[in-house]
C-alpha cells in the first residue's frame, strides 16, 4: 500500500492550498481516509475525515470552516482544500488509511502517507 501526499507548500496567511492523496494497493473505496498534520515541537493530530462512500465527514474545531475533505473514488484520490490559512496551520499534513471506518485517533490507522509540508507565512 502506498499513500502519496503531494500540494504543500509555501502560502502567506489568508491564502489557499489544495492537498492531495493519491493511493495505490488498496480497494480505495473501502477505506476511510483522514488528514492528519503534525506541527514543530507538537503531536500530530487530527484534521479530517471522509468515509468510504464519501458521505460522512468530520473536522477538527481549529479547521472547521476553512478546510474541506473530499474524494474521487474513480481516482484513488484525497483531497484538502485548505483555506484562511494561518502561521498555526503550519505542519507537516498526512493522509491515513483505515479499513474499519472513520476515526480521530492516529494509533487506529492502518496506512500512512510520508507528508507534505504546508507553511503558512505572517
Known amino acids: 500500500v502506498q499513500l502519496q501526499a503531494s500540494g504543500g507548500g509555501l502560502v502567506q496567511a489568508g491564502g489557499s492550498l489544495r492537498l492531495s492523496c493519491a493511493a495505490s494497493?488498496?480497494?480505495?473505496?473501502?477505506?476511510?481516509m483522514s488528514w492528519f498534520r503534525q506541527g514543530p515541537g507538537k503531536e500530530r493530530e487530527f484534521v479530517a475525515t471522509i468515509s468510504g462512500g464519501g458521505a460522512l465527514t468530520t473536522y477538527a474545531d481549529s479547521v472547521k470552516g476553512r478546510c474541506t475533505i473530499s474524494r474521487d473514488n474513480s481516482k484513488n484520490t484525497l483531497y484538502l482544500q485548505m483555506n484562511s490559512l494561518t502561521p498555526e496551520d503550519t505542519a507537516v499534513y498526512y493522509c491515513?488509511?483505515?479499513?474499519?471506518?472513520?476515526?480521530?485517533?492516529?494509533?487506529?490507522?492502518?496506512?500512512w502517507g510520508q507528508g507534505t509540508q504546508v507553511t503558512v507565512s505572517s
Open positions: 494497493g488498496l480497494t480505495f473505496g473501502t477505506y476511510a
Open positions: 491515513a488509511a483505515r479499513r474499519a471506518g472513520v476515526a480521530k485517533e492516529t494509533s487506529l490507522y492502518d496506512y
